[in-house]
């Protein structure tokens, strides 16, 4: 069994900071790519970052310059700090992680249960 666990978001006013972590947990024998997705009501996920075991990072254009994601690959955990929110910004975030369970086995999509960010005054 492996577990994603976010912590972080809230509610937060134009232009503030907020911050997300997210740490996987059980089974793991390798973490690849971990990163963030947000999603609204109705509407489709969407990519806002992501960032491999080598810490290369790739982020959406809606987020580059104010949002920050890192890992610490000993805990098998990445963050995402949020800068200059606009509430835009707001939605549901999900972190997700590639995760093989075994040296044999395939690398596998799984996601934390969400949590919520609002952005307005």
């Known amino acids: 069994q492996v577990q994603l666990v976010e912590s972080g978001g809230g509610l937060v006013q134009p232009g503030g900071s907020l911050s997300l972590s997210c740490t996987a947990s059980?089974?793991?024998?390798?973490?690849?790519?971990m990163g963030w997705y947000r999603q609204a009501p109705g509407k489709q996920r969407e990519l806002v970052a992501t960032?491999?075991?080598?810490?290369?990072?790739n982020y959406a254009d809606f987020v580059k310059g104010r949002f920050a994601v890192s890992r610490d690959n000993a805990k098998n955990t990445v963050y995402l700090q949020m800068n200059s929110l606009k509430p835009e910004d707001t939605d549901v975030y999900y972190c997700?992680?590639?995760?093989?369970?075994?040296?044999?086995?395939?690398?596998?999509?799984?996601w934390g249960q969400g949590t919520q960010v609002t952005v307005s005054s």
């Open positions: 997700f992680a590639a995760i093989q369970t075994r040296s044999w086995g395939s690398w596998d999509p799984y």
């Open positions: 059980g089974s793991i024998f390798s973490v690849a790519v």
């Open positions: 960032i491999n075991q080598n810490s290369n990072t």
